[in-house]
């Protein structure tokens, strides 16, 4: 199969491209990296009349220490963020989730605003973003807009991003020198999308951690924390007790939802298994 007939146009700065989203409405569709789009375009589950392409897009470009947060541009793709130096000093649980992303090929055309504006809940970014308290930066017709990664992520697919806006950056607050963090995912094989899969980050100080944020992704309809778990942890001397208890919080707190290989009851399983081992790694 082939994709449906449309138009292409490659706008060279962001109103232009806010102009053409405008103008066209709902019969628009952004491309940057396209490894999500392509396959639906090809497949007619996109049919867009005009494909308005932003990869030149230079406001959307670039990794840079601003101040007390990093800003990832839209258009970052997911082996610069893997061989980034800010990125592995300044937000080093990005540094550990991109290896999982896919396979070299996709990664290195795939952007970091196209996994978020896509809202897959088993994507690895979505949730990192959660974790890592991001804020994203929408560009719109009646200008910038800010919103935290927490409120971003509304259902299966689904974001607060409008139709007629664009995702231009996302601003991360810097990792301190007492944060820790834990970046795994269960696949069947590498480059599959994961079973489950959990970003965690905390600050420790000996065996007490602090300000904790839990995600889990591929469990249901968009990654979600387990913060009563999170709640339980927070501030408390860490032993086996005290794991065994935040394990079943998470359990109890977050109902997995099946996908077409594996059930739901075997993701529960998974969130359990994931955060027990999170929380040894980053108290050894």
């Not at 990005?94 to 994507?123: E, M």
């Not at 308290?133 to 009646?142: E, L, N």
Request: aromatic letters at 6%; proline letters at 4%.
């Amino acid at each position: 199969m082939k994709a449906a007939a449309f138009d292409y146009v490659k706008p060279k700065a962001l109103q232009d491209a806010l102009s053409l989203l405008a103008e066209a409405g709902d019969d628009a569709q952004l491309i940057a990296g396209g490894q999500t789009l392509l396959a639906t375009l090809n497949m007619r589950l996109s049919e867009p009349s005009v494909l308005i392409d932003i990869t030149d897009l230079a406001e959307l470009k670039g990794i840079t220490l601003e101040g007390d947060h990093l800003r990832i541009g839209a258009l970052v793709t997911h082996t610069e963020i893997e061989d980034s130096e800010l990125i592995a000093k300044h937000a080093p649980l990005l540094k550990a989730a991109a290896p999982h992303i896919a396979h070299r090929a996709i990664r290195n055309l795939g952007t970091w605003g196209g996994s978020l504006a896509y809202g897959d809940p088993a994507a690895e970014w979505p949730a990192c973003s959660l974790t890592l308290r991001a804020t994203m930066i929408i560009q719109g017709p009646a200008g910038e807009r800010r919103i935290s990664a927490n409120d971003f992520f509304i259902d299966l697919y689904t974001t607060t991003l409008e139709p007629d806006e664009i995702l231009v950056a996302t601003e991360i607050p810097l990792a301190t020198s007492q944060e820790v963090f834990y970046f795994h995912e269960l696949s069947r094989r590498h480059g599959d999308y994961a079973i489950a899969g959990l970003a965690a980050v905390a600050q420790k100080q000996g065996d007490v951690l602090s300000q904790c944020a839990f995600t889990f992704f591929s469990v249901s309809s968009k990654p979600v924390m387990a913060t009563k778990a999170q709640n339980l942890v927070n501030g408390q001397k860490l032993n086996e007790e005290l794991i065994g208890n935040a394990v079943a919080a998470a359990r109890a707190e977050i109902e997995a939802i099946a996908d077409i290989t594996n059930s739901a009851e075997a993701k529960q399983h998974l969130i359990g298994v994931l955060l027990e081992r999170g929380l040894k790694h980053m108290l050894a």
